[in-house]
C-alpha cells in the first residue's frame, strides 16, 4: 500500500539493530488517516475468514488491532505485558514472549474470559519482525482451544525469521508492507513485493 511506504520512506528513521522508529504516525502520534488505509486493507484480506475476534499485545498493537474490529464488528482483545491486580492466577492464558526492540523476556496475559473454544481470532500487531509476539499470541489462542483466522501485519521486515516462522506453523499472513532490507549505513529502505 503506497500510503504507508511514502510515509515510512518520509518519516521513518533508520535505529540500531535493523529497528525502524516511525513514532510519527504510528508507534507514539498515530496517524488515523494512516489507520484506515491499514484497516481497510487488512479487513479486505481476512473478511472471509469467519472472524470473531481480534487479538493484539499492548501497546502499538491496539491502534491497528481496534479499526480492523470495528470494520469486523467483533471485540478487540489485547494481551496486557502486567498482571492486573484484577486477574488470578487460574483465570488467565499466559506467555513468555521475548521483545525484538528491548531484548528482554516478558510474560502476555489474557483473561480466560475473553477467549472460547469458539472464537476465530485475527491476530493483528504493527510489526513482525522474528515473529515471538505473533508465535505468543498464537500460543493463547490455542491454550483457549480457539483458531487462528490470521495474523495481519502492518510492517513487515521481511528479511527476519518472523514470517517464515508463522508459515511453517500453517498460518495465513498478510502484511500490508514488507521491507526487504534496511541499510542503516546510506540509510535506505527497500520494499519487497507482495504481502
Ligand atoms: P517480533 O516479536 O516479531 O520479533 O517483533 C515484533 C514486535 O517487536 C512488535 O510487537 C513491535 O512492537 C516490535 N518491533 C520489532 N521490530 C520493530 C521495529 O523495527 N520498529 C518498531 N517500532 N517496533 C518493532
Known amino acids: 500500500m503506497s500510503y504507508l511506504k511514502d510515509k ?3 518519516e521513518g528513521q533508520i535505529l540500531p539493530n535493523n529497528v525502524l522508529k516511525i513514532d510519527s504516525f504510528l508507534n507514539q502520534q ?3 488517516t494512516v489507520m484506515k488505509a491499514i484497516e481497510e486493507e487488512l479487513y479486505t484480506y481476512f473478511k472471509d475468514h469467519g472472524v470473531t475476534k481480534v487479538l493484539t499485545i499492548e501497546a502499538s498493537g491496539i491502534a491497528p488491532a481496534i479499526m480492523v474490529a470495528a470494520h469486523f464488528d467483533v471485540p478487540m482483545l489485547f ?3 502486567a498482571l492486573p491486580s484484577t486477574l488470578t492466577g487460574d ?3 499466559q506467555v513468555e514472549v521475548h521483545s525484538y526492540t528491548k531484548n528482554t ?3 502476555v496475559t489474557v483473561s480466560k474470559q475473553y477467549l472460547s473454544p469458539d472464537d476465530r481470532v485475527l491476530i493483528i500487531d504493527d510489526f513482525l519482525a522474528n515473529g515471538d509476539a505473533a508465535m505468543g499470541l498464537i500460543d ?3 491454550q483457549a482451544g480457539a483458531a487462528v483466522a490470521g495474523v495481519g501485519i502492518c510492517v513487515e521486515k521481511s528479511f527476519q525469521a518472523g514470517r517464515g516462522r508463522l508459515e511453517v506453523a500453517g498460518v495465513d ?3 500490508v508492507v514488507r521491507i526487504a532490507a534496511i541499510d542503516s ?3 535506505t529502505i527497500s520494499f519487497a513485493p507482495g504481502h
Open 30 to 32: 498515530i496517524d488515523p
Open 173 to 175: 499472513v498478510y502484511s
Open 8 to 10: 515510512i520512506i518520509k
Open 105 to 107: 523476556n516478558y510474560r
Open 185 to 187: 549505513e546510506t540509510k
Open 79 to 81: 494481551a496486557k505485558k
Open 91 to 93: 483465570g488467565v492464558y
Open 140 to 142: 493463547l489462542v490455542g
